[in-house]
């Protein structure tokens, strides 16, 4: 395991289909990619930037993103994330996140994430069940 420290990063890329527009997602109307899709994407290459780094019982969780999505990308053009880790706050830690399509930059965003012990996070959660 890694010290966690600003600088980790990673870059995940992915292929535009049918199921990750606007109009499948219910975010809009047309056949682009969609801002859902794009957060996933995003979410994705900071959880890949930590991956191996986290303390054996820890994850990390999607508490805050803040995004621009600056261009539209058709289907079957490729997407890629770049997710830099930029500050560690005690458990809350800070990407930098930016996403290009093949033709120009088309997204950028800050996402916050923060530690959390998974197996409690995951009885936490679960206890809504029994008491809803």
């Given at each position: 395991m890694e010290t966690l420290?600003?600088?980790?990063?990673a870059e995940i890329e992915t292929r535009v289909t049918e199921t990750d527009t606007a109009a499948k997602w219910g975010s809009g109307l047309v056949p682009v990619y969609s801002t859902p899709a794009l957060v996933g994407l995003m979410e994705a290459a900071a959880v890949q930037a930590l991956n191996g780094r986290l303390p054996e019982g820890q994850t990390s969780v999607g508490v805050h993103i803040d995004l621009q999505h600056?261009?539209?990308?058709?289907v079957g053009m490729r997407v890629r994330a770049r997710a830099e880790l930029i500050a560690v706050e005690g458990r809350k830690l800070t990407?930098?996140?930016?996403?290009?399509?093949?033709?120009?930059?088309?997204?950028?965003?800050?996402?916050?994430?923060?530690?959390?012990?998974?197996?409690?996070?995951?009885?936490?959660?679960?206890?809504?069940?029994?008491?809803?």
């Open positions: 420290a600003a600088g980790l990063s600056q261009a539209a990308t058709p990407f930098k996140i930016e996403a290009w399509d093949e033709a120009e930059k088309v997204g950028e965003a800050v996402h916050e994430r923060v530690l959390v012990d998974e197996s409690r996070f995951i009885a936490r959660t679960r206890s809504k069940i029994q008491s809803g």
